[in-house]
């Protein structure tokens, strides 16, 4: 939407700028809503003004919609030069005074995620709206596998006011891993041991999703919508989510950015799919179907100790430590299940089970309570039909209540679990395929190895800082 008005119609109060008789009826946008005021350049020909009047300013601002979407409007400002020139400032001058907006900004893309979209979404669609916010951008592009580690390792975060990663959950995994990683580096903190309180990171994160998984952002921001991304980012506005940590061999292996933590049959899907990059975008599709349908599930014992979340957790609670416990109850309430004939165990880092409901979830609300109660979500899959699988399956697409309601599913909301596979239905050869799944973990759509076939994972509370307003 295209506003057109004359200057003298646009009010400018101190939390809002009101533009009169649109309609007949008020426009009030709140300052916090603005996202920035440009001069217009002048028409490239005089004979565009003979039918027209060019505008002598624009305003932008952000417009709320359904399901979490933000667009960004358009006010078309006519008058006199001094008049616009000097509500050009004026606007500008209250942007100048929000404390939260970023300024500069580092922007990390991957190109090659999912659909190889990142560097046009980013000259298309973001850098135009950075450009009418005024924010200036030092931007890297990732030129080969794991490349964004070394971008990342070498860059001042103490130089920008914010990180912009532009890919999906795999490349915002790699940055939270080399971030958090060196700031208990630098804290001294025995990060390796899962009761150690995590330091948070100071430097917030915007996501802008380009990638194959975009779990994060939806967590975030409601949906997969690139402009809703990039306006929660030029609001400024921040909030410190959870990150789950993996352990094995008495090491911190990786962290989590809170979308997903799995053994068995959904990290045999993420070993399978990157396998068969030959199919590119296709792979995403053929794969899980292909071994949903027609391959053998492959089925394990596994000690699995479950440490529940507790109750009335409250994350401002300095008192207790990042995994959201007190110390010395570090071990209370422990619950072991030697379970056989599993096909997966996964974790999600938000706790579905809390805030389930006969509809579709609501992935902010979910994320809003996770931050709170200290808790995430544990699913331990038993063998079943692949009818009642599938239905399953595509029943978690939507996270109602239902889906969470089987009997080959044992569910849990925890603060932390162990998981020690015992045995497998079939004893693989070494150096096979299969010895070589057994040893590897998913995190976030990447595969980690772990020793012994054996990990943990725990909860750390708000520890990562990230753009988003809700």
Same mark, same amino acid.
Request: glycine residues 6%; proline residues 3%; charged residues 25%.
């Given at each position: ?30 300052? +916090?809503?603005?996202?920035? +005021? ?51 400032? !004026? ?8 404390? #939260? ?6 922007? @990390? ?33 990732? #030129? ?23 890919? *999906? ?8 891993? +080399? ?22 990171? #100071? ?61 068995? &049959? ?51 609670? !300095? ?6 416990? #007190? ?24 706790? @579905? ?20 109660? *200290? ?20 029943? &978690? ?50 595969? %980690? ?13 708000? %520890? ?7």
């Amino acid at each position: 939407m295209v506003l057109k008005v004359d200057v003298k119609l646009v009010v400018l109060e101190a939390d809002e700028v009101i533009i009169r008789k649109v309609k007949d009826k008020p426009v009030s946008i709140k300052i +916090c809503d603005l996202i920035g +005021c440009q001069t217009c350049e002048e028409p490239s020909s005089s004979l565009s003004s003979l039918f027209m009047t060019p505008p002598n300013i624009v305003i932008r601002y952000i417009s709320r919609g359904q399901h979490y979407k933000w667009t960004a409007e358009t006010v078309e400002v006519i008058g006199s030069k001094e008049n616009c020139e000097a509500l050009k400032n !004026e606007i500008n001058n209250k942007l100048g005074q929000e404390k #939260e907006r970023p300024k500069k900004l580092a922007v @990390f893309i991957n190109p090659i995620g999912g659909s190889q979209t990142s560097m046009s979404v980013y000259s298309k669609v973001v850098t135009p709206l950075f450009k009418a916010a005024n924010i200036t951008c030092d931007v890297m592009v990732s #030129e080969r596998p794991k490349h964004m580690i070394d971008l990342v390792s070498g860059f001042d975060t103490a130089s920008v006011d914010g990180l912009v990663v532009v890919g *999906g959950d795999g490349t915002l995994l790699e940055i939270l891993n +080399c971030l958090l990683t060196r700031v208990q580096k630098e804290a001294g903190l025995d990060y390796d041991q899962p009761s150690c309180k995590l330091k948070p990171l #100071e430097v917030p994160i915007g996501i802008i999703p380009t990638g194959t998984g975009n779990g994060a952002a939806t967590g975030l921001y409601g949906n997969n919508d690139v402009v809703t991304a990039v306006l929660h980012i030029i609001r400024g506005q921040t909030n410190y989510n959870n990150a789950q940590a993996v352990y094995s061999g008495r090491k911190l292996v990786s962290f989590s950015g809170g979308v997903c933590v799995a053994y068995g &049959l959904f990290s045999d899907i993420i070993y399978h799919t990157d396998r068969n990059r030959w199919l590119k975008r296709a792979r995403y599709v053929v794969v899980p179907i292909n071994i949903l349908l027609f391959k053998r599930q492959r089925q394990f014992t596994a000690k699995v100790t479950v440490f529940p979340k507790e109750q009335n957790t409250d994350s401002s609670d !300095e008192d207790t430590d990042a995994t959201g416990r #007190e110390e010395s109850a570090a071990t209370e309430g422990k619950e072991a299940e030697f379970s056989s004939n599993l096909i997966g165990v996964a974790s999600f880092g938000v706790d @579905f089970l809390s805030v389930a409901t006969d509809s579709k979830l609501d992935f902010v609300k979910a994320t809003q309570s996770s931050r709170k109660n *200290g808790g995430f979500c544990l699913f331990i899959n038993k063998r079943t039909s692949r009818t009642q699988f599938l239905t399953h399956f595509f029943q &978690l697409m939507t996270l109602t209540r239902s889906a969470f309601e089987k009997d080959f599913l044992s569910t849990h909301s925890v603060r932390g679990y162990k998981v020690k596979v015992l045995s497998h239905d079939e004893s693989p050869q070494a150096n096979s395929q299969e010895a070589e799944i057994n040893k590897l973990v998913d995190v976030d759509g990447e595969l %980690i190895e772990i020793v012994d076939e054996e990990y943990e994972v725990w909860n750390h509370m708000r %520890i990562i800082k990230f753009y988003t307003c809700f």
